[in-house]
C-alpha cells in the first residue's frame, strides 16, 4: 500500500460563497453472518469514525472538495485517507451543512466557514495500512456510541439522517418482499378447502 499517498495543500480547493466546500462520508457495515437474522436492526449495524490526536471525540471521514474531482470521488478520496476504508457510495447526500473548521471555531469572521456535503458509505473493503494512519485511528461503533463520541452537532444531525434513511429502506425493503408473494384469493381457499373436504370423505 506503500503507493498511496494523501493530497496535501489547498491549491485545488473549490470554493463557494466564500466557504471551502467538504466531502465526507459515514461508512458503515451491517452484520449479516447471525444465527438469529430476527434480532433488532440497529444492533447489527456499526458506523466507523476516526480518531485524532489529543482529543476523546470521534470524526467521520472528511476533507476538502478538489476541482479535479466529483464529490462523490471526493468522499471515497477521504475515507481511504483517513480511514482506510472503499466501498459503496450512497447517489444522494444525507444533507449539506455548514459549519466552521476547527481551527476556527471560536472565530467571528468568513474565514473558515466550511459547507460540507455528506454520504453513507458501505464499507466493503478495509485496507491494513493506509496513508493519513498516523494521524488518524478508525474506531467501529454501535450508533448508540458513535452519537456520544460526535465532536460536533452537525455530525449527529447526520447520523440521525442516516437512520432514517436506512429504516426507511429497510421498510421498503420488507414491502418489495411482500409484494413478491404469491397472492391467495379468499375463493382460491375456499376451493382448495372444498377439494380437501372431498378428499376425506371419498
Known amino acids: 500500500m506503500g503507493s498511496l499517498v494523501a493530497r496535501k495543500g489547498r491549491n485545488k480547493q473549490r470554493y463557494e460563497d466564500q466557504l471551502r ?15 438469529n437474522q430476527n434480532t433488532n436492526f440497529e444492533s447489527r449495524l ?5 480518531s485524532t490526536p489529543n482529543r476523546d471525540d470521534l470524526v467521520f471521514p472528511k476533507g476538502g472538495w478538489e476541482d479535479d474531482e466529483t464529490v462523490y470521488e471526493a468522499a471515497c478520496r477521504e475515507a481511504l485517507e483517513e480511514a482506510g476504508v472503499k466501498g459503496i457510495l450512497s447517489e444522494k447526500p444525507l444533507g449539506v451543512w455548514e459549519f466552521r473548521s476547527k481551527s476556527r471555531q471560536n472565530s467571528c469572521s468568513l474565514e473558515g466557514g466550511c459547507r460540507g456535503y455528506m454520504f453513507t458509505l458501505e464499507v466493503t473493503e ?19 456510541e458513535a452519537f456520544k463520541f460526535c465532536r460536533y452537532d452537525w455530525m449527529r444531525e447526520a447520523l440521525t439522517n442516516f437512520l432514517t434513511l436506512l429504516s426507511t429502506n429497510k421498510m421498503n425493503a420488507s414491502a418489495e418482499k411482500l409484494s413478491e408473494l404469491p397472492m391467495i ?18
Open 21 to 35: 466546500l467538504v466531502a465526507g462520508c459515514i461508512p458503515y457495515k451491517i452484520e449479516k453472518d447471525v444465527e
Open 46 to 50: 456499526s458506523v466507523l469514525m476516526i
Open 126 to 144: 478495509e485496507l491494513d495500512s493506509w496513508p493519513e494512519q498516523e494521524s488518524y485511528k478508525r474506531k467501529w461503533l454501535t450508533t448508540e
Open 185 to 202: 384469493t379468499a375463493a382460491d381457499t375456499l376451493a382448495e378447502h372444498q377439494r380437501v373436504i372431498s378428499w376425506l370423505l371419498w
